[in-house]
């Protein structure tokens, strides 16, 4: 499957983004979806993931409260609805596919985008 990332850009501290990703190429449902993110400098971090019905999602403790990931199966899409963002939210965001393992193993993923930048400034 291949996935593009979409919807970064630059934002002040409070304000939102809505982030997509879209597949392409296999079948879309057979994936969990994953949100990592990677701030210069830093290791790549779990952000947010949903299952492949869409029905459970979980998220890291950095962003619970503040965003919310969603899938659409007949369009293909994942979007990660980021509200009241921080500075500490700035990062390069991936969104990736995986069908075993861990959810917070970014190594277990299969498919990778290529991320969007995310830039939020106080």
């Known amino acids: 499957v291949q996935l593009q990332a979409s919807g970064g850009g630059s934002a002040q501290a409070g304000d939102s983004l809505r982030l997509s990703c879209a597949a392409s190429?296999?079948?879309?449902?057979?994936?969990?979806i994953g949100w990592f993110r990677q701030a210069p400098g830093k290791e790549r971090e779990f952000v947010a993931h949903?299952?492949?019905?869409?029905?459970?999602?979980t998220y890291a403790d950095s962003v619970k409260g503040r965003c919310t990931i969603s899938r659409d199966n007949t369009k293909n899409t994942v979007s990660l609805q980021m509200n009241s963002l921080l500075p500490e939210d700035t990062a390069v965001y991936f969104c990736?596919?995986?069908?075993?393992?861990?959810?917070?193993?970014?190594?277990?993923?299969?498919?990778w985008g290529q991320g969007t930048l995310v830039t939020v400034s106080s």
């Open positions: 990736a596919a995986r069908d075993r393992g861990s959810m917070y193993d970014p190594s277990i993923y299969s498919y």
């Open positions: 949903i299952l492949r019905s869409g029905d459970y999602t």
């Open positions: 190429g296999s079948t879309f449902s057979n994936y969990a």
